[in-house]
């Protein structure tokens, strides 16, 4: 008798063990599954023009490089940006838009899922130190120079506490350079480019087909008029010279982006109104230091006039193929910055030398690979 009641508990025992073990292996694949939906993904999600989509990362955190840019490197895309920082942190709304981190970096091999690589130029706590935070690191850019082997990365250099200005060292041209995309970036210096009496705001990067480099900016002068420069930059890419021009129709605009398509120069802008979107207008050229003509408004459809929300980033090419080009935008949460949302959308070229970019709420890779109109 007491010899069944044992059998009867030791098989008690052995279904409840069975049971907790299916009832586990149900939850975990359950989590994993639910993980592996954040982060695992195989199509670019924008959303409808008023919606914030969050982007994660392998760790299911939320990608956190914001108005930075792509550079293809080995067969590995590598996405930076600034990292910004959850809330506002004050009042001031804009405060949320500084940086206590630096430039991070992303990898990926397909674009869709993102592995973080961590802070490539970290900012600072020491006082003296001119990266100290909170500052701002804002749109920054990174190119690569094939003549030095270095990657180097420019920005709008906003030194501490991080409120945008018109004094020097509030609104100027931060320059680091590294021999590895993954960094560690040494912090060069921060200057004016042309001469001190034009504070730098918006600003990107491009490198021509024939390797000179480029700085294109926002230069806002003393009598508060503001205009998109370009300046040439030295053979390293870590000075600007003395070679620039004013693109005299891109008055009052920032924002900017430069894709060359057969030949032609574009550059995408916005109008200047903080953090409200408003139209993105194209200009193109023949030369980079132009004349400058103005193309257009490269929206259609609905929220054509507020660029869908956003305000353009960057532009790059899927495995260097220019019909393949990709511009990322990004919708502004000055609720909390760091969930400003990711945007990204192919180019269109068309035959009269046209660049537009229609709203797609999501799309695939294999749906861009020629672009006429
Ligand atoms: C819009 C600019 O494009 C941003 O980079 C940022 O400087 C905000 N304005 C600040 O208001």
Redesign the pocket.
């Given at each position: 008798m007491i010899h069944l009641q044992n059998e009867n508990l030791l098989i008690a025992i052995f279904r409840y063990l069975l049971k907790s073990l299916f009832l586990s292996s149900l939850l975990t694949t359950h989590c994993v599954a639910r993980n592996f939906e954040k982060v695992d993904t195989s199509i670019f999600k924008n959303g409808g023009i008023n919606e914030f989509v969050e982007w994660r990362d392998n760790r299911g955190e939320l990608i956190n490089a914001h108005?930075g840019g792509i550079i293809e490197s080995n067969g590995t895309y590598y996405w930076y940006g600034l990292a910004l920082r959850p809330l506002k942190v004050s009042k001031d709304e804009?405060n949320g838009?500084a940086t206590t981190t630096g430039i991070t970096l992303y990898s990926s091999k397909n674009l869709y899922n993102w592995k973080y690589e961590g802070v490539i130029l970290s900012t600072s706590t020491d006082t003296a130190n001119p990266l100290r935070a909170p500052m701002r690191m804002?749109?920054p850019k990174i190119i690569y120079n094939e003549k030095t082997h270095k990657y180097v990365l420019w920005f709008?250099y906003v030194g501490y506490p991080g409120k945008?200005g018109e004094a020097i060292g509030t609104a100027d041209a931060g320059v680091a350079v590294a021999d590895k995309i993954t960094g560690p970036f040494t912090y060069i210096g921060h200057h004016r480019p042309i001469n001190d009496s034009g504070a730098v705001?918006?600003c990107t990067l491009f490198v021509d087909t024939d390797a000179s480099a480029y700085f294109i900016f926002d230069r806002k002068e003393t009598n508060g008029s503001r205009c998109l420069h370009i300046v040439k930059l030295t053979d390293d890419y870590l000075h600007s010279t003395n070679k620039w021009s004013k693109i005299e129709v891109a008055n009052r605009r920032?924002?900017p982006v430069v894709i060359k398509h057969e030949g032609i120069y574009y550059l995408v802008t916005?109008d200047v109104s903080?953090?409200k979107s408003n139209a993105a207008k194209v200009y193109k050229a023949t030369t980079i230091m132009g004349q400058w003509e103005i193309v257009g408004n490269p929206c259609e459809g609905e929220g054509a006039e507020a660029t869908y929300n956003t305000?353009g980033t960057n532009a790059f090419c899927v495995h260097g193929d220019k019909n393949q080009t990709i511009i990322m935008l990004e919708r502004h949460n000055t609720e909390n910055f760091m969930r400003c949302s990711y945007v990204w959308l192919p180019v269109v070229f068309t035959a009269n030398k046209q660049l537009l970019f229609p709203y797609k709420k999501e799309w695939e890779l294999n749906s861009i690979v020629t672009q006429k109109k």
């Open positions: 108005d804009n838009a804002e749109r709008h945008h705001k918006d920032e924002a916005s903080g953090w305000q």
